[in-house]
């Protein structure tokens, strides 16, 4: 049997900020499940082919979840000069998020803010945004 | 989080990948030794000039004598292709490029509406992938990739490769939707290959970057999606693949033509087509180190059961950030889980909406 490969096609899966929805992330999360998530961040899988952040979440009954959010190719953050010290782990974050479709604590994160209003990474050491005194981050408790 | 040297991206080449790093780091050691000039015995002292003329760039060589092309490459650019219908030029004017760059660099930074399908995902100016916050290729202002045909554009496409266009179409909607099977999921998805590693090597959306090590005998190409490794024998040592073997980046082999490095590519499955291309296309590839932080790139595309003639682009790559953190785009693929978990879920539920409402 001719097993026929679904090629990439014309439309490619990555461009950015063209055909976002490409890739299924919209199958992969549903559009009508907008949240918005407040913990800290306990892990970031820097990974590929998307990197995965895990959050503490701490809920009206004081019950702490944890969920996990899908954010992007670390790559060229790691080009940029990010590491896995970056982000000490307890870091604060708001994550305007759409939860996944498989009704676990799963999300893809559309924004990361920080508790200081910064969206996450943007202005990061060696971004061409990045303030003149970027200073290190506190000394991490990261493994 | 382990960082992995080269060495260690050697698993799919072995000990030979290895044996080229060392030789490739032993190479750049030797090409970077200055020479020492002796003075002249009874010549005056010479005072050193004030504002040295810019040195002339010489091209390095590997200590076998080969043009050195080693390093981190990206080819990222604003340059489509195939030229913009509305444009009949080959090349913009500086002014013209720029605002064609900020154009596309205000688009990419473009938030997306709250509750839209686009909304649905990571913003990529967040992670650095949006193209104006990397390395990209700056002097080029052409408006095309394309060089042959003139007309910036990819020659017509042959009944028969618009039938097969058709045919692939068609097999895809026979397949079904991409959330029923990961074998209906494209190839990139499925983290098999991606399209910027060819050959040709084209920039897709992100981590547009490539490595180049040689060792006496090969010249390898990293590519950074799904971190595909092509190994290019040069000297003849390897013979042509059978007709019947067939591989995803094909099979290729390469010599030098003055100082630009001729690789030629066929042997590839077809299941990973370039612009709509059948399996016996041929790819030609010329690449040379123009400065320090250039190298030429242009590939040819012979393919007569897909286009009516052969065509040509240029694609130069320019220096980029190492080393390339490892794309290990299986490893890490829960987004095809997690799709598939969805997509069974909702089924479930349509079928108990279902058989509630044929019980009432």
Request: hydrophobic residues 40%.
């Amino acid at each position: 049997m001719k097993h026929v490969i679904v090629g990439v096609g014309v439309g490619l899966l990555l461009m950015a900020g063209q055909v976002r929805a490409h890739h299924a992330f919209s199958s992969e999360f549903d559009v009508k499940k907008p949240l918005t998530l407040k913990g800290i961040i306990v892990k970031w899988e820097m990974i590929n082919p998307h990197s995965w952040f895990h959050l503490e979440v701490k809920g009206p009954d004081g019950q702490v979840v944890e969920w996990m959010i899908e954010g992007g190719s670390p790559n060229s953050l790691i080009r940029q000069g990010v590491t896995k010290n970056s982000i000490p782990i307890g870091t604060e974050v708001t994550i305007e998020a759409y939860a996944a479709k498989d009704a676990t604590n799963k999300a893809v994160g559309r924004n990361f803010i920080l508790a200081n209003g910064k969206r996450l990474f943007v202005g990061s050491p060696g971004s061409p945004d990045a303030p003149p005194e970027a200073a290190p981050a506190a000394p991490d408790a990261a493994k | 989080m382990k960082h992995r040297t080269l060495a260690a991206l050697s698993q799919s080449g072995g000990v030979l990948v290895v044996a080229i790093a060392v030789t490739a780091l032993a190479a750049r050691v030797a090409g970077q030794a200055p020479s020492s000039a002796k003075p002249l015995p009874a010549a005056p002292a010479k005072a050193a000039p004030a504002a040295p003329a810019a040195k002339k760039w010489t091209l390095p060589r590997t200590p076998d004598g080969q043009p050195d092309l080693q390093g981190y490459w990206t080819n990222s650019t604003y340059v489509p292709l195939e030229r913009p219908d509305k444009v009949t030029k080959a090349t913009y004017t500086p002014e013209e490029f720029a605002a064609v760059i900020k154009e596309a660099a205000s688009r990419e930074a473009e938030q997306t509406e709250p509750g839209t399908v686009a909304d649905v995902h990571y913003d990529f100016t967040q992670f650095g992938l949006d193209k104006s916050q990397s390395a990209f290729v700056k002097n080029d202002l052409r408006t095309s990739l394309i060089v042959d045909p003139p007309n910036g554009k990819m020659p017509p496409v042959t009944p028969e490769g618009q039938k097969r266009a058709a045919d692939r179409a068609a097999e895809r909607r026979r397949m079904g939707a991409t959330t029923d099977a990961v074998q209906n999921m494209p190839i990139g998805t499925r983290c098999l290959i991606m399209a910027g590693s060819g050959p040709p090597m084209m920039n897709a959306g992100y981590n547009n970057n490539y490595e180049i090590v040689q060792g006496p005998g090969y010249v390898m190409i990293l590519v950074e999606m799904i971190h595909d490794v092509r190994i290019i024998p040069i000297d003849n040592r390897a013979a042509a693949l059978p007709e019947n073997m067939r591989q995803w980046m094909g099979d290729s082999r390469g010599h030098w033509e003055g100082d630009t490095l001729v690789i030629e590519t066929t042997n590839l499955n077809g299941k990973n087509p370039f612009r709509g291309s059948s399996e016996n296309m041929r790819v030609t590839e010329r690449i040379a180190r123009v400065d320090a932080d250039t190298l030429s790139y242009k590939f040819t595309i012979t393919d007569p059961a897909t286009w009516t003639a052969p065509w040509t682009a240029e694609a130069p790559m320019t220096k980029s950030v190492g080393p390339i953190f490892e794309h290990a785009c299986h490893e890490g693929n829960y987004g095809v889980t997690n799709t598939l978990a969805g997509a069974r879920l909702e089924d479930r539920k349509a079928a108990e909406g279902a058989a509630k409402k044929t019980s009432n």
